[in-house]
């Protein structure tokens, strides 16, 4: 069960953060109820958190690709969901007529259905 999320709790540990969660679409979709909206703790971590320039880190720099795709890789319920494709050389979406804004082979992106 995913626990709930409120800007009092992210301010818990940062007061300075709260609000820019809030303010994006992970935030966004959290207060909307959206099920599958990460919390801050998801990419995070609760008690095991370090900081981003540890190695060990959910959000070092090395471990990001794999943090976020845990969710947001092709198949995934969320990339079923929100319509979220992965251009790469290799995937039958980097051939996309409709080309995405500044998308780069190897970019998640999300395309507006048409």
Do not use: Q
Not at 28 to 50: S, Y
Not at 64 to 93: Q, W
């Amino acid at each position: 069960m995913t626990r709930p999320w409120s800007p009092s709790t992210a301010g818990m540990c940062h007061d300075d953060v709260a609000e820019i969660y809030t303010a994006s679409l992970h935030g966004k979709l959290v207060e909307a109820g959206a099920r599958l909206a990460p919390r801050c703790w998801d990419c995070h971590g609760a008690h095991d958190v370090l900081p981003s320039g540890s190695d060990s880190s959910h959000v070092t720099k090395f471990n990001i690709p794999f943090m976020c795709g845990r969710c947001h890789k092709e198949g995934t319920e969320v990339s079923r969901t929100y319509g979220i494709v992965i251009l790469s050389p290799v995937s039958p979406a980097a051939t996309l007529s409709r080309p995405a804004a500044s998308a780069t082979p190897g970019h998640i992106v999300a395309l507006p259905a048409t």
